[in-house]
């Protein structure tokens, strides 16, 4: 039997690897912003821990490069970061499950009609959507969330999960294409 890795496989490998890395920052970027619904300061910290999961991955997948890979084209660096991106989607979708199935028990459809209570909110709300009739839209909303299953719920932040993968590929591929990083430069 032959030992003999190929190149996708090992891009797959690393591509897994990393992608849990990305995913436990989209998971804990995930708790802050639900813990954020009733708290600024949490929110405003998930969002930042979201954003930085795209450096992370630049710092990864060049790392990939310079240390394994050796050169990148623009093709190869997509595909590693989509599937990086790609494995970060799957495991927070399934921590997203978990949240929902077993945590959860309605916490967040009260934290919303909480949110929506205040009277800032509707002022907002309205603000936003002139002519609609706000109130109509927020419990059609409410009704919809509160009757979707835990599966559900999961099935529709993989999609938007999958949508962020396909877009933060592109310019996380930009960043990684090329040649290893010179590290310690030749002086002449």
């Not at 989607?89 to 916490?107: P, R, W």
């Not at 719920?153 to 993968?165: D, E, P, R, S, Y």
């Amino acid at each position: 039997m032959s030992t003999y890795v190929t190149e996708g496989q090992q891009a797959r490998a690393y591509a897994a690897y990393y992608g849990l890395w990305i995913g436990i920052t989209w998971i804990v970027s995930f708790a802050l912003t639900i813990r954020g619904i009733m708290s600024p300061v949490a929110s405003n910290l998930g969002l930042l821990i979201g954003l930085a999961s795209l450096p992370l991955a630049v710092w990864l997948i060049r790392g990939f490069r310079d240390n394994i890979a050796g050169e990148l084209t623009f093709r190869r660096a997509w595909h590693i970061a989509l599937m990086t991106l790609m494995a970060a989607a799957m495991l927070t979708t399934f921590a997203q499950y978990i949240y929902f199935a077993y945590l959860d028990n309605g916490a967040l459809a009260l934290a919303y009609s909480e949110a929506y209570a205040r009277p800032e909110t509707q002022d907002m709300l309205r603000q936003m959507m002139p002519g609609q009739d706000v109130d109509a839209l927020f419990q059609e909303a409410m009704a919809t969330f509160q009757n979707m299953t835990a599966a559900q719920t999961a099935l529709q932040f993989l999609f938007w999960n999958i949508v962020l993968a396909n877009v933060a590929a592109l310019p996380i591929a930009a960043a990684c294409k090329g040649k290893r990083a010179e590290r310690y430069p030749q002086h002449q």
